[in-house]
Nanobody, 119 residues
Framework: QVQLVESGGGLVQAGGSLRLSCVAS????????MGWYRQAPGKQRELVAT??????TNYADSVKGRFTISRDNKNTVYLQMNSLKSDDTAVYYC??????????????WGQGTQVTVSS
């Protein structure tokens, strides 16, 4: 089992910045990929960014050039969010994946942290 705890959300004006953090604990050796997803009111949860154990990153087109995902060697993943827009307002969820084989992936989720961007 993996436990994820997020922090760093809040209220910011459009054009501002925030940094989200997510600390993983438990069976962290099993994690292959960590990432951030978000869910706005009335919308489906969507991928924001992911980073593999080897450091390969992937971003949603809507955040490329504005958000940066990184991870340290202490099981923490960060999301630096710059040039924030009102469309970025959502609950942000940390995700960790254990990819056991091509057929089996286990997902772990944090409790979510609210990001609100005022225009």
């Amino acid at each position: 089992q993996v436990q994820l705890v997020e922090s760093g959300g809040g209220l910011v004006q459009a054009g501002g910045s925030l940094r989200l953090s997510c600390v993983a604990s438990g069976s962290t050796f099993s994690i292959n990929v960590m990432g951030w997803y978000r869910q706005a009111p009335g919308k489906q949860r969507e991928l924001v960014a992911t980073i593999s154990r080897g450091g390969r990153t992937n971003y949603a087109d809507s955040v490329k050039g504005r958000f940066t995902i990184s991870r340290d060697n202490k099981n923490t993943v960060y999301l630096q969010m710059n040039s924030l827009k009102s469309d970025d307002t959502a609950v942000y969820y940390c995700n960790a994946q254990n990819i056991q084989n091509i057929f089996t992936t286990t997902d772990y989720w944090g409790q979510g942290t609210q990001v609100t961007v005022s225009s």
